[in-house]
């Protein structure tokens, strides 16, 4: 495996991106290798940095995350949630982060990205604390609201720092850094959470989660400079709905929200139906977890390529199909085997989808403000993960568990359809329309 930073031989992955005349395909990195190695400039090796610190605490913050979220459904099982009150420990979470993720994101187009950083991650460590006093139901959703509002401040800050390093025709190359360091922490979090459980029980995971956002924190406050160095054209007022103005904008956000509706009960339900249904131990069903999200993760990078090279909406398109049909299949799934590939195509199909459609929000956010552009994607993310849980919690209590992972493949192809007919992006490759040409100011 190459090695992602610069060094005395080469500049390294991220170095050789950052120039003006980045790889952009994994073919470009290994012929880069061949060719003579040269000193990174100060300017690549700034930015090296910046990227690497962006990444270690996205990934330091969504292990934390990562430990607690599929152990949730059983922890509120023993608290008396059923059906709908199930679905939602994750729609409060999601609901609260939709609420102040457009004000956030905003605000950080204007103040900066660094601060609400910090801010959030402070939270984080609180939040951690409050989990273990919530020994009711309403406790534990009042603390899952505080955790969504540190949900928040935190990531729609990265994810716009990150996008305001991202050179113009490479946006799907740095949004896939960002996705790659959220994925691979929460990825390996669900397996890390598992044998914490078995071993300390709940308490355990919670101060876990505490840690990692503790270590965070001092990553991010003494390694993140306070400006990234480009927070887009400046704008004569805040305007917290412009980005739903642009007739580019809206259709993506759109299809997000239909495709988080169709994806947000996996976490939820899946690990219902792997021990109930099919008797998987909590550190199996970890297991399958880490792998889905970690080949997701580690597929970033490569659609990433993909999505500076070709059509992004065919991609997108050809990715939420991917995981309706496996949406299918999982009903019909036996046995451990059956069900981790079903989850590893299922993982395929969602590394396809999130660069390319990352990588538009990025190109819009030039004109439109980056921190609000992302913040409204992430508030359609959200919108979708909040409301997907509740109805799939109702037809889970009516139904039955089958019932919710056929819904959600009818709402991914609905989303795929959709996806189809209204989204305006055009190929970001040669001879494609720049999306950031037709934004409006």
């Not at 059956?338 to 390319?356: C, D, E, K, Q, R």
């Not at 609000?372 to 139904?399: D, E, H, I, N, R």
Request: hydrophobic share 50%; net charge positive; proline share 6%.
């Amino acid at each position: 495996m190459r090695c992602l930073c610069a060094g005395p031989d080469r500049p390294g992955v991220f170095a050789s991106s950052l120039s003006g005349k980045a790889p952009r395909t994994m073919e470009d990195h290994f012929a880069h290798d061949r060719q003579p190695a040269g000193e990174p400039t100060q300017g690549q090796k700034v930015q090296t940095g910046l990227i690497a610190t962006l990444m270690g605490s996205v990934f330091t913050t969504m292990l934390g995350v990562g430990v607690i979220a599929p152990l949730l459904p059983v922890y509120g099982r023993s608290l008396g949630a059923n059906g709908i009150l199930l679905g939602a420990i994750f729609s409060v979470f999601s609901a609260s982060r939709t609420l102040f993720t457009p004000l956030t994101g905003a605000l950080s187009d204007r103040l900066g990205r660094k601060g609400f950083m910090v801010a959030g991650l402070l939270v984080y460590c609180m939040v951690s604390v409050a989990y273990i006093k919530a020994e009711t139901l309403p406790g534990l959703l009042a603390v899952r609201a505080l955790h969504g509002l540190a949900a928040s401040l935190v990531i729609p800050a990265a994810n716009a720092y990150m996008g305001d390093l991202a050179p113009p025709e490479q946006e799907g190359m740095y949004s896939s850094f960002f996705l790659l360091s959220f994925f691979t922490g929460f990825a390996i979090g669900p397996a890390f959470g598992g044998i914490l459980y078995d071993r300390f029980g709940m308490k355990g995971c919670f101060l876990t989660l505490g840690l990692f956002a503790f270590a965070a924190f001092v990553l991010t406050s003494l390694l993140l400079p306070s400006r990234s160095g480009r927070l887009g054209r400046p704008r004569a007022r805040m305007d917290l709905i412009g980005p739903l103005k642009s007739p580019d904008v809206f259709p993506l956000l759109v299809f997000t929200l239909v495709s988080a509706l169709g994806r947000s009960s996996i976490v939820c339900f899946l690990p219902l139906f792997a021990q109930e249904d099919l008797h998987i131990s909590a550190s199996l069903l970890g297991g399958i977890l880490t792998i889905n999200l970690l080949l997701a993760a580690f597929l970033q990078v490569p659609s990433g390529m993909l999505a500076d090279r070709f059509d992004r909406k065919k991609i997108i398109l050809l990715g939420t199909l991917v995981s309706s049909g496996m949406f299918v299949l999982l009903p019909h799934t036996k046995d451990f085997p059956s069900l981790l590939a079903v989850n590893v195509f299922m993982g395929i199909g969602m590394a396809l989808v999130f660069p390319s459609s990352q990588a538009m929000a990025v190109t819009l956010g030039r004109n439109l403000g980056m921190g609000s552009v992302l913040a409204f994607l992430q508030v359609a993310t959200g919108t979708g993960f909040a409301a997907g849980p509740l109805v799939s919690g109702a037809f889970f209590k009516w139904f039955g568990i089958n019932s919710v992972f056929y819904l959600c493949a009818g709402t991914l192809l609905a989303a795929a359809l959709y996806g189809a007919f209204f989204l305006r992006i055009s190929p970001a490759g040669p001879g494609g329309t720049r999306p950031e040409e037709r934004a409006e100011p």
